[in-house]
């Protein structure tokens, strides 16, 4: 398919290079700033603009991949009310692209995207809405270009979807970050959580996340808590982490 | 080595099988009860005891694999005051076992064992620590028999990366069940965040977690954060849950 790419953030980033893994043309790269088109233009070996009246008219989907507060604006500007136009967002609603084009959908690769990690999108699942019965036929051709893995989720599943996926990536780097932290603290190399890391995460892969929840909280052990909480004096911060997240779980399995 | 396990849970279940698939001889496992006693015994091929007095006297070392409350009080009633004796814990100091053997120390495996799991050994940190330097030798052949993995880590830092280790662990695997709930509440497969779980730890590999992370709090995009925690209003729980820890991303990356 032929497809048009608002947006040069690490979303649009990874979708360009995967879109023409999958054997898509993409015909042109729009972002306001010159230096990012540009360059995510020079890498995917397409045009460039930044002015949306500019836009290359011959695209099947235009994907705004911008911010979430930048999505609505952009859509009002977009001057082509015949084309199919999608965003790439968990959050958003579908609808605040109504103002853009009368022919919507959403098209949301639910994966973590880093701009110096390269993903292979073979696995990843990209969650689809449309508003009508046809562009969600050619957003799932596209979609089918990246992965095996097509779903059809509306709004309100999709922003449920997001938040989830808030805990199971974004919190959970946090939780990495928190424990890096207290080794340096003390010296001591992350390299010794990084096989701890790689089996919690192995461990659900096939299993439930309840059934594996393991530590001094899921066992009631209050001895060990508290000596936790005590060797976390000096960070009040970290502290309260622990203490809340402790908490959090003796009330899933202990209530 | 020749090896006598006390305890018959997760940990020493999972050691019981990683000494003999390293080539050493598991002489006897002691349980207070009978029946998990016979079990690992008979998994393992080997003798066991319910009374620390009937101890096979012919070990090298003698390894407490029981809760952390319950290490002091075994180590109390362990008669052979020359024999090396071990725990494995990350949370209790070493010395709690000089009631038990004037030669101790402390063997812990950094990993989460759930029963049901394999688990290879081979790429598991193992933290060592040893009152004289001869044993510290001996429990380095023992841990080298099992890994390429291994450490001197006295009783303070050990207790500081088994608090990391709950972070990057435990609370990491709480963070996907909370996922898991929103998820069923919504009636959608925790299989959508399969792969997002997976590249999440797969991005620590090699990189730091501060420079993986990703989402709305490291954003800033309070929109997000509002709506997000708007989404969750009917679960408190995991509301206060979300806007704490998205507090602590704001402080760490926008203080």
Same mark, same amino acid.
């Given at each position: 398919?032929?497809?048009? =790419?608002?947006?040069?953030?690490?979303?649009?980033?990874?979708?360009?290079?995967?879109?023409?893994?999958?054997?898509?043309?993409?015909?042109?790269?729009?972002?306001?700033? %010159?230096?990012?088109?540009?360059?995510?233009?020079?890498?995917?070996?397409?045009?460039?603009?930044?002015?949306?009246?500019?836009?290359?008219?011959?695209?099947?989907?235009?994907?705004?991949?911008?911010?979430?507060?930048?999505?609505?604006?952009?859509?009002?500007?977009?001057?082509?009310?015949?084309?199919?136009?999608?965003?790439?967002?968990?959050?958003?609603?579908?609808?605040?692209?109504?103002?853009?084009?009368?022919? =919507?959908? $959403?098209?949301?690769?639910?994966?973590?995207?880093?701009?110096?990690?390269?993903?292979?999108?073979?696995?990843?699942?990209?969650?689809? *809405?449309?508003?009508?019965?046809?562009?969600?036929?050619?957003?799932?051709?596209?979609?089918?270009?990246?992965?095996?893995?097509?779903? !059809?989720?509306?709004?309100?599943?999709?922003?449920?979807?997001?938040?989830?996926?808030?805990?199971?990536?974004?919190?959970?780097?946090?939780?990495?970050?928190?424990?890096?932290?207290?080794?340096?603290?003390?010296?001591?190399?992350?390299?010794?959580? !990084?096989?701890? =890391?790689?089996?919690?995460?192995?461990? $659900? %892969?096939?299993?439930?996340?309840?059934?594996?929840?393991?530590?001094?909280?899921?066992?009631?052990?209050?001895? $060990?808590?508290?000596?936790?909480? *005590?060797?976390?004096?000096?960070?009040?911060?970290?502290?309260?982490?622990?203490?809340?997240?402790?908490?959090?779980?003796?009330?899933?399995?202990?209530?």
């Amino acid at each position: 398919m032929k497809v048009v =790419i608002l947006g040069s953030g690490n979303v649009g980033t990874h979708l360009g290079r995967a879109f023409i893994a999958g054997g898509n043309d993409v015909l042109q790269v729009y972002s306001r700033r %010159m230096e990012s088109a540009t360059k995510l233009a020079g890498e995917l070996g397409c045009a460039f603009t930044t002015r949306t009246d500019s836009l290359n008219t011959a695209a099947d989907v235009y994907v705004i991949a911008v911010t979430d507060d930048a999505i609505a604006d952009l859509a009002a500007r977009f001057p082509l009310k015949e084309k199919l136009l999608v965003h790439t967002s968990g959050t958003t609603p579908m609808d605040v692209l109504q103002t853009g084009s009368s022919r =919507i959908g $959403v098209f949301y690769p639910l994966q973590t995207f880093s701009k110096e990690v390269p993903v292979s999108f073979r696995n990843i699942p990209v969650c689809l *809405e449309a508003a009508a019965g046809s562009d969600m036929q050619q957003l799932e051709i596209l979609a089918r270009s990246l992965t095996g893995k097509v779903y !059809r989720i509306d709004s309100t599943d999709r922003q449920k979807l997001h938040v989830a996926a808030v805990f199971a990536c974004n919190f959970v780097n946090h939780m990495y970050a928190v424990a890096a932290d207290i080794l340096e603290e003390q010296g001591l190399p992350f390299d010794l959580l !990084r096989p701890l =890391i790689e089996e919690t995460a192995r461990k $659900v %892969m096939k299993g439930e996340p309840d059934d594996m929840q393991t530590g001094p909280a899921r066992r009631k052990n209050q001895k $060990v808590l508290d000596k936790h909480s *005590e060797l976390l004096a000096e960070n009040p911060e970290y502290r309260s982490l622990y203490v809340t997240i402790s908490k959090s779980i003796l009330k899933k399995y202990h209530a």
